[in-house]
C-alpha cells in the first residue's frame, strides 16, 4: 500500500515528504478553507514539493457537469501531476467521463458505498476515495467498504485505483492495508504516530543513557 498525504499544508507536506513515505498528496475544499489561502497559489506550492499525484477539488458550490468539467480542466492545467478530485453524485460521474476521455485524471471523493465506486470506476476514474473514518464515526464499520472495493475490482480488473480516506488512527492504515487499499490518504498526525512504539521510544532511551554512563556525551 502507497501513502499520500492528507492536507494542504505545507509545512506538513514537507514533513512527510522529507520522511520519504508519500507519493501523492489529497485535498478537499474543507482542507484548503483551513489554510486561509488561495487555492491555486497553495496547489502550485504542493506541486514543487511532492512528485506525485496531487488531488484539487473542484469548487463545493460547482455542482452541474458543465461547471465541473470547466473547473476540472483548469486545475488539471496547473501541473501534470494533478488529478481533479470530482464528488460522488450523477453530475460528477458525468464530469469524469469527460474529463478522462480527455486524458485527464481523476478522483471520485466522498465515495461511502461500493456501488458508487463500481460505479466511479465505470465512469473512467483513475481513483476512488471511500471515506472509513466518517462511516466509523456513524457505527459503521468503514473497513468492510474497502474490503468490498477491493473484491469487486479485483473481480472484473478494474485499474481504478483505491484511495482509503477519512483516516483517524494508525490502526486504520493497518486495517486498510490488510484490505488490499492500493493507497491509504494519511494526515500528518498519524503518519507520525505510526512512526512510535513505546518499546522503540523505551530501546533508544536506554541505548543513550548506556552509552553516555561509559563514553560521556
Ligand atoms: C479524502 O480525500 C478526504 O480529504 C479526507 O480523507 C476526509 O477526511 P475526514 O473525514 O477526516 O475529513
Redo the contacts with the bound molecule.
Keep these: 500500500m502507497k501513502f499520500f498525504i492528507?492536507t494542504a499544508n505545507v509545512e506538513d507536506i514537507r514533513k512527510a515528504n522529507d520522511m520519504g513515505v508519500i507519493c501523492g498528496v489529497?485535498?478537499?475544499p474543507?482542507?484548503i478553507a483551513k489554510e486561509g489561502r488561495d487555492f491555486k497559489e497553495v496547489i502550485k506550492e504542493i506541486t514543487t514539493i511532492v512528485d506525485g499525484p496531487i488531488?484539487g477539488e473542484v469548487k463545493a458550490t460547482t455542482v452541474d457537469a458543465e461547471g465541473m468539467i470547466k473547473e476540472g480542466r483548469e486545475i488539471a492545467a496547473i501541473h501534470p501531476n494533478m488529478v481533479v478530485?470530482i464528488p460522488m453524485t450523477v453530475e460528477g460521474l458525468k464530469a469524469v467521463k469527460v474529463l478522462s476521455a480527455e486524458g485527464i485524471k481523476t478522483n471520485v471523493?466522498l465515495i461511502f458505498t461500493a456501488n458508487q465506486a463500481l460505479l466511479a470506476a465505470r465512469a473512467g476514474a483513475t481513483y476512488v476515495?471511500p471515506?472509513l473514518?466518517?462511516l466509523d464515526d456513524i457505527s459503521t464499520a468503514g473497513i468492510s467498504l474497502i474490503e468490498d472495493i477491493v473484491t469487486i475490482f479485483d473481480n472484473y480488473g478494474l485499474e481504478t485505483e483505491i484511495?482509503a480516506?477519512?483516516?483517524?488512527h494508525p490502526m486504520h492504515v493497518t486495517d486498510c492495508a490488510l484490505a488490499g487499499a492500493h493507497i491509504a490518504?494519511v494526515p500528518y498526525k498519524v503518519i507520525e504516530q505510526m512512526t512510535h512504539h513505546p518499546l522503540t521510544d523505551q530501546g533508544i532511551a536506554k541505548f543513550q543513557a548506556d552509552y553516555k554512563a561509559v563514553f560521556g556525551e
Excluded at 480516506?165 to 483517524?168: D, F, G, H, Q, V
Design positions: 492528507d489529497t485535498t478537499n474543507s482542507l488531488s478530485k471523493t476515495s471515506f473514518g466518517r484511495i480516506a477519512s483516516i483517524r490518504t
